[in-house]
């Protein structure tokens, strides 16, 4: 079996080479983005010549400027063996300030084991970034942020995709009892990352899983379904979860974010009064990459409760295709949140900055900006 999706991909820092060029790509999507104590925002997201397939490699944006301005390809993360693809990028600014830029290497779309790599940058402020080894922290694939919890541990959400998702692998790692939403724990601040539980959730479909910690330190569970979304409980900081269900939480089937707010309120970037659902069979029946329908009206939502209601609601974008989002509230008070739009055509990955304020009252009322340019794939000729 060829194992080289275990070795390390190949980071290029601020790399000139035309394959890696916003000129040469013509396809990207999934984006993350973190923003730093000095307001330096880094967006990354993954890209190439093609959608999903051996390739695909990981690009990373910088602003210094509360996003006005990007520039491209500060780093660039790409596999030496062509048959293996670099995807579903995290960015995570730890507890000590430390960017941790994690992605996922699997040999074609899915090779059944997946691999979850990060490189931490101990200064993200610095002009000259400096970026650690490419290490390998756990099997499958991991593209929503980790969280710090109230015990001090943190908890990695990685899943290995079941065979049932619609992407049946195509080698056999003998992970199956590994085919599920699971917890990896750190107790040592990072140094260490095991696999501590996994929840079994009906009806999910890769995943893409987030944790929240409670008020009452309740681990909340919530994963992408193809019924919408669903969700499974801790008490026990994650070792063992709740037979999964169906959550009050619609969604039509894809990613979406939620995080504590430093308010004490939950923030939840979904879409919202979506306007079509999937077709199961149409979707089961498609290839690996899939039409999804129902990503719409992508939308900032708050809760006063603990999740059980969202009566906040900012919208970001209307138009179909709008999806993936990922957040950070920075230390300037606002919210900052990236997702992308129009993969195959229109290549674009966009930013939305506002305020707790501003979802309140359903408007932008602050300094803040929605369908910020991040990014645009130009190369030509368009993938039919």
Not at 349 to 369: C, Q
Request: proline share 4%.
């Amino acid at each position: 079996m060829n194992n080289s999706a275990l070795n390390p991909a190949k980071l290029f820092v601020r790399p000139k080479e035309e394959r890696f060029q916003d000129s040469y790509r013509r396809w990207q999507g999934i984006p993350s983005i973190e923003v730093t104590k000095k307001g330096r925002i880094f967006i990354n997201f993954y890209s190439g010549q093609d959608a999903e397939v051996g390739g695909n490699i990981m690009v990373l944006c910088v602003s210094d400027d509360q996003g006005k301005t990007f520039r491209s390809c500060e780093a660039v993360v790409e596999h030496p063996d062509p048959e293996c693809r670099i995807y579903d990028p995290c960015l995570w600014i730890d507890p000590f300030g430390r960017l941790w830029m994690t992605w996922t290497q699997a040999r074609g779309f899915n090779d059944g084991r997946s691999g979850v790599w990060v490189s931490i940058c101990d200064n993200p402020d610095e002009e000259n970034l400096q970026w650690s080894a490419p290490r390998r922290i756990a099997n499958g694939i991991m593209m929503n942020k980790p969280i710090a919890t109230s015990r001090g541990e943190w908890l990695f959400p990685c899943a290995i995709w079941c065979n049932t998702s619609g992407s049946v692998p195509s080698e056999d790692h003998g992970l199956e009892n590994e085919q599920f939403s699971n917890v990896y724990a750190s107790e040592d601040e990072g140094k260490t990352i095991l696999l501590r539980g996994s929840a079994d959730v009906p009806n999910r479909s890769f995943d893409e899983h987030m944790i929240v910690e409670k008020k009452d330190g309740t681990l909340w569970m919530l994963v992408r379904t193809f019924d919408g979304i669903g969700e499974s409980f801790s008490t026990d900081g994650g070792y063992t979860w709740t037979l999964g269900r169906k959550s009050h939480i619609d969604g039509p089937c894809s990613r979406f974010h939620i995080r504590r707010l430093k308010s004490g309120r939950l923030l939840m970037i979904n879409h919202n009064n979506f306007n079509e659902r999937i077709d199961l069979d149409d979707i089961m029946n498609q290839g690996n990459v899939k039409k999804w329908k129902g990503r719409s009206h992508l939308t900032a939502m708050l809760s006063e409760d603990d999740g059980e209601t969202w009566p906040y609601k900012l919208l970001l974008d209307e138009r179909n295709e709008a999806s993936y989002p990922d957040a950070k509230e920075a230390d300037d008070g606002y919210i900052y949140v990236t997702y992308d739009w129009e993969r195959v055509k229109e290549r674009e990955i966009l930013m939305a900055r506002f305020t707790e304020e501003d979802i309140i009252k359903g408007k932008i009322e602050s300094e803040g900006r929605l369908s910020v340019a991040v990014n645009k794939a130009l190369g030509q000729p368009d993938i039919q």
